[in-house]
């Protein structure tokens, strides 16, 4: 399973991004995606997820303010962030599992997209 993320950037506080990750794999549908986060000096956090059925998974830093989708046609995953805050600057990674689904434990990891917001 590869994982290419894209879409992070430098955005102001109480902007919007949309990162987006593209997954080289045969069985998309059957994987739970997700997004991890990490910034400079702290550990990984975990901060959304979709499984394959389509329930979603969100930390409460979060809840609110993201919206994760997928499109299984496409082999996608997307986490949109509204009303971003400097403390979710860091770099995200796409993850991927079969089984997992939450926390940061996940068998597949994209290259990871950085994040930026000034306040």
């Known amino acids: 399973v590869q994982l290419q993320a894209s879409g992070g950037g430098l955005v102001q506080a109480g902007g919007s991004l949309r990162l987006s990750c593209a997954a080289s794999?045969?069985?998309?549908?059957?994987?739970?995606m997700g997004w991890i986060r990490q910034a400079p000096g702290k550990e990984r956090e975990f901060v959304a997820a979709i499984g394959w059925s389509g329930g979603t998974l969100y930390a409460d830093s979060v809840k609110g303010r993201f919206s994760i989708s997928r499109d299984n046609a496409k082999k996608t995953v997307y986490v949109r962030m509204n009303s971003l805050k400097p403390e979710d600057t860091a770099v995200y990674y796409c993850v991927a599992d079969l089984g997992r689904i939450g926390g940061t434990l996940y068998d597949y990891w994209g290259q990871g997209t950085q994040v930026t917001v000034s306040s």
């Open positions: 794999v045969r069985t998309f549908s059957n994987y739970n």
